[in-house]
């Protein structure tokens, strides 16, 4: 069997396998697969390409499958949905179990229709075909200690977010009451607390509630700070950190992510990987430019501009070459565009620390 391609459909459960030979036509087909079979099924395959959409337990397959001598490559599921509906009008039960894909569908699971056969059968096809593009961009596949890693990253995110909504639910609930607080999340909490024995009714049971469940996450979220700095002692989070407006947090999201920058060529690339490049409306040999993309991880490319700003806003007391080019960027671009330059040049310096480690020159 002279399998060079195999596209996997991922799921829970159930998955979707589609390999092609030299030729491009298809040589394997598993539009049904189940998850305790599939490792072995993998494993009884010639050594080849396997593309896969960047979903949840992506990284984990890819991992196992590189243990066969299997070569992974993740791609974004937005860049695989052009191809899946290439050529066809609509997505439905009807078009997807029309003749000629009804057949291919074999025996089928338990709660699964010839319709949701098909659509598998397609997806695999479709990863297939979003693979062989020349200029496709694909997904880093992390290493254990990268996700675990990253866990932390998410984790903390979590418990900030769940924070920041109990505050924003005092306020909501307090302005019930005629008691309207500003933004400020210091003074959120300041006020309500002096405005606690006040309140009437159960008002006071359920603010003073929310007021310690906000109190508890600000100890968790002080916990996973701290296993942030643990993180950030060793190299290259270390190293990262000499740039400026590259902190702890942003250095270890950064080494989690994308560990040695090794699948991007260049600084540029990575910079367009995370969304911070403009993008481009040009016809005609008239380039048109726009907005940064916002492609990319939101995670990393909002602490990327966070740090950003703070390189800006400290640079009005500084001399050296950096904070010299900041204000003049400022003085004819603007605030923003200045943030994202200053993000965008930081990921660049960044992907060059972590590809060439200490072979680094750090700009003074």
């Not at 291919?104 to 229709?113: H, I, R, T």
């Not at 769940?162 to 924003?168: G, H, K, P, W, Y």
């Amino acid at each position: 069997m002279s399998i060079v391609m195999l596209g996997i459909d991922l799921a829970k459960n159930v998955f979707a396998l589609h390999g092609l030979n030299e030729a491009g036509r298809v040589e394997f087909k598993r539009p049904t697969l189940a998850r305790a079979r599939l490792l072995e099924t993998v494993a009884a395959l010639p050594p080849c390409t396997v593309p896969m959409e960047s979903c949840s337990g992506a990284h984990h397959w890819a991992r196992e499958f590189s243990k066969f001598g299997h070569t992974c490559k993740l791609i974004a599921p937005k860049f695989v949905t052009p191809f899946r509906m290439s050529g066809r009008r609509s997505k439905n039960d009807a078009a997807d179990a029309e003749p000629g894909h009804r057949q291919s569908c074999g025996l089928g699971v338990p709660g699964e229709g010839p319709g949701h056969c098909a659509r598998r059968a397609l997806q695999g096809a479709a990863i297939c075909a979003a693979a062989q593009k020349p200029d496709m961009r694909f997904v880093p596949v992390k290493s254990l200690d990268q996700q675990t890693r990253l866990m932390v990253h998410r984790a903390r995110q979590g418990f900030v977010d769940t924070r920041t909504a109990l505050i924003n639910r005092i306020r909501g609930l307090l302005s019930e009451l005629g008691i309207v607080l500003p933004l400020k999340a210091a003074t959120v909490r300041r006020e309500a607390t002096l405005r606690l024995e006040e309140l009437p009714g159960w008002a006071n049971t359920v603010i003073g509630d929310l007021l310690s469940e906000v109190s508890h996450l600000d100890g968790r979220i002080a916990e996973y700070d701290a296993h942030i700095r643990l993180m950030a002692r060793h190299d290259p989070a270390r190293q990262l950190m000499r740039l400026c407006g590259i902190g702890e947090t942003t250095a270890t999201a950064l080494v989690a992510m994308v560990g040695n920058g090794h699948d991007f060529k260049s600084g540029r690339q990575f910079a367009a990987w995370l969304g911070l490049v403009p993008s481009q409306y040009s016809s005609g040999g008239k380039v048109r430019l726009g907005r940064i993309t916002k492609a990319g991880d939101a995670y990393l490319r909002t602490l990327l501009i966070l740090g950003a700003r703070a390189v800006l806003a400290a640079a009005k007391d500084k001399t050296d070459a950096v904070s010299t080019w900041a204000k003049k960027l400022e003085e004819r671009r603007g605030y923003w565009k200045t943030v994202v330059a200053i993000a965008a040049k930081n990921a660049r310096m960044a992907w060059a620390v972590l590809r060439k480690g200490e072979e680094f020159e750090y700009p003074s």
